[in-house]
């Protein structure tokens, strides 16, 4: 079975300060990744998504980037954050093109980051 | 760019009661999907209903769909308090791999 991994669970960080939010999965090969935040009570905000090792698209321009170096891992980064960055970070998969066909993400358990 | 957007935006009931919640989009879509989170967790699919399809069940789930109102709706059959959580609609456009999630359902049952 598959499985998707995020760490750290939670982060608290001073403004200015690096980022690097890692997000795994296993059980699957080529999945499509997605990175997502979501604000305190709002719905969740697609910031990245890759469809393969190095392909990135990117949907809010933004102080983030995100970066594929294998294929079943994400990394969501950042060289100086902002207060803005606060919120809740999702990574989610799903079954990418050929081989078992599915169209629905499944999502890890989040990163809870504060700026402060 | 965000698609869904949910109605109500907050639902309290008691445990037993039905809960309803409605979801409209845009544009046209390749199929729409519900999903669960629980407080401080990820998000848990629960159903997917296709374009050409108008009404879906799931154990004590009902979606309909109406494609020519680009709206959705999520039934929840004799709630219990473990289905205390939000809900999400996300639409499917197709082609572009992305999924456009609304702002969420908060719904309450009380015991």
């Known amino acids: ?116 | 760019s965000q698609q869904g957007e949910e109605d109500p935006q907050a639902l309290s009931i008691q445990e037993g009661e039905n809960a309803t919640m409605n979801c409209s989009y845009k544009t046209s879509i390749n199929n729409l999907q519900w999903y669960r989170q629980n407080s401080g967790r990820g998000l848990v699919h629960l159903i997917l209903i296709r374009s050409n399809e108008r009404e879906k069940h799931s154990g004590r789930l009902r979606v309909t769909l109406d494609t020519s109102k680009k709206s959705s709706s999520l039934l929840i059959t004799a709630s219990r308090a473990a289905d205390t959580a939000s809900y999400f609609c996300a639409t499917d456009a197709g082609g572009n791999n992305r999924l456009a999630f609304g702002k969420g359902n908060q719904v309450v049952v009380i015991p």
């Open chain 1, 1 to 116: 079975s598959q499985t998707i991994h995020q760490w750290p669970a939670t982060l608290v960080q001073p403004v200015g300060s690096p980022l690097s939010l890692e997000c795994t999965v296993e059980g699957t090969s080529n999945p499509n990744l997605y990175w997502y935040r979501q604000a305190a009570g709002r719905g969740l905000q697609l910031l990245f998504y890759s469809v393969g090792i190095g392909q990135i698209s990117s949907e809010v321009p933004q102080n983030l980037s995100a970066s594929r170096p294998q294929d079943r891992q994400f990394i969501l980064s950042s060289k100086k954050l902002l207060l803005s960055d606060s919120g809740f970070y999702l990574c989610a998969w799903r079954h990418g093109t050929g081989g078992r066909w599915s169209y629905e993400q499944y999502f890890g358990p989040g990163t809870r980051l504060t700026v402060t």
